[in-house]
Every structure is written in C-alpha cells, then in structure tokens.
Antibody, heavy 120, light 108 residues
C-alpha cells in the first residue's frame, strides 16, 4: 500500500543539526511532490517547504530559509529534511507529506512523524 | 501570507448530533482549501480537498462547503471515533502553505 515511513525519534543539543528521512513505497516516487510540515507540542501545523523528487527543485518557507535543506535519493525512494542551528523552539514532530499536484495540492498521504527534541 | 482562522477553538457535542466547523481565509482562496483530521498521537489525515471533495475512504457523514473566504466542515452525525482536532489549509496562494489553528471536537 501507499505509505511514507520516517526515521525514528532523535534528541539533539542546541546548535546541532538533525536529518530526518522519509521512505516512500507503493507509488511512483518521482510522480508526487514531497512536503515537510512540523508540529510543536500541543500546537498547530507549520509548513516548512517542499521538494520535487523528480527534478530536485526545492522551495522553503521564509521561516526556515538558510537553516533547512531538503534533498532526495530517488534510487532509495527517500526524501530527507535537514535542519541546522537547532534551538529549543525546534522541538517538534516533523512530518513528510505527499502532494499529488495534478489533482490537488492537498497532502493526501502523511508519514507517521518523527519527534525531534532539542535539549541541553 | 494568507491567514486561516478557525472557530470555535473547541466544540463539545453529544453523539449523533450535527457538528459545524468554520474556517475563514484573510483573502480569497477560491476553492483551494483542504480539511484534515488529527487524532491524538497520529499524523493528520486528509478529509476534504477542493473545499467539498471527500478524500478516498472518508465517510459520507463528512461534508465540506464554501468558497472564497468562508468555509465549513460538517459532520452530520458525530461518532465517537470523530473525536479529533480538525485543521483547514489553503493551497491557493503559496508559498507559504498555511493552516488554521485547529478546532478540537470532543464528546459531551
């Protein structure tokens, strides 16, 4: 079945970087756009950016510009999101989410989420 | 940036009752609006897109309406499994894609 499986929870110190992976299965990886969304504890959803797995083109939210990099390895059907210079405000669940593009730009499939905790 | 505002923040409803959730956009998003359901400890799930099209597998008791700046998600008869936080999201003018703050639906 169609699914996105993310890497496990991680704990980082302030100033460090984290890299979260998102492995796709059950569909053509390069045929759908991949977005990243995060959710701080008890808070709402915040869009971070997206990558076109086919071309590698990216667009980032201004809130993360300069701190985030989204990449993909098409041979591994995996997308990655790296966030640098972490602070406690980056403590959140990070989700990857697929967008069909052609039929809708809504997120139709989500990963299970990766909890990233930033603590000294 | 388009700001999405949801109301109310929390709704307490008896099983079987009709539930109406509102979402307002700071400027017109046409029908480029989606609704998501998030249960505790789970990832969000797509309910509606295009303001009124149910996603695959979504029960018919869920319906969406509206266009421009005013949108509504209706649950015709609340079931216990519908307890969740519901988010609206616009994909008309982006980046950035923006979400509402969510409405929590509880059982009375």
């Amino acid at each position: 079945q169609v699914q996105l499986v993310q890497s496990g929870a991680d704990v980082k110190k302030p100033g460090a970087s984290v890299k979260v992976s998102c492995k796709a299965s059950g569909y053509t990886f390069t045929g759908y756009y991949m977005h990243w969304v995060r959710q701080a504890p008890g808070q709402g959803l915040e869009w971070m950016g997206w990558i076109n797995p086919g071309s590698g083109d990216t667009t980032y939210s201004q809130n993360f510009q300069g701190r985030v990099t989204m990449t993909r390895d098409s041979s591994m059907r995996t997308a990655y999101m790296e966030l640098r210079s972490l602070t406690s405000d980056d403590t959140a669940v990070y989700y990857c989410a697929r967008v069909p593009g052609a039929s809708t730009w809504a997120f139709d499939i989500w990963g299970q989420g990766t909890m990233v905790t930033v603590s000294s | 940036e388009i700001v999405m505002t949801q109301s109310p923040a929390t709704l307490s409803v008896s099983p079987g009752e009709r539930v109406t959730l509102s979402c307002r956009a700071s400027q017109s998003v046409s029908s480029y609006l989606a609704w998501y359901q998030q249960k505790p400890g789970q990832a969000p799930r797509l309910l509606m897109y295009g303001a009124s099209t149910r996603a695959t597998g979504i029960p018919a008791r869920f319906s969406g309406s509206g266009s421009g700046t005013e949108f509504t998600l209706t649950i015709s008869s609340l079931q216990s499994e519908d307890v969740a936080v519901y988010y609206c999201q616009q994909y008309s003018h982006w980046p950035p894609l923006t979400f509402g703050g969510g409405t929590r639906v509880e059982i009375k």
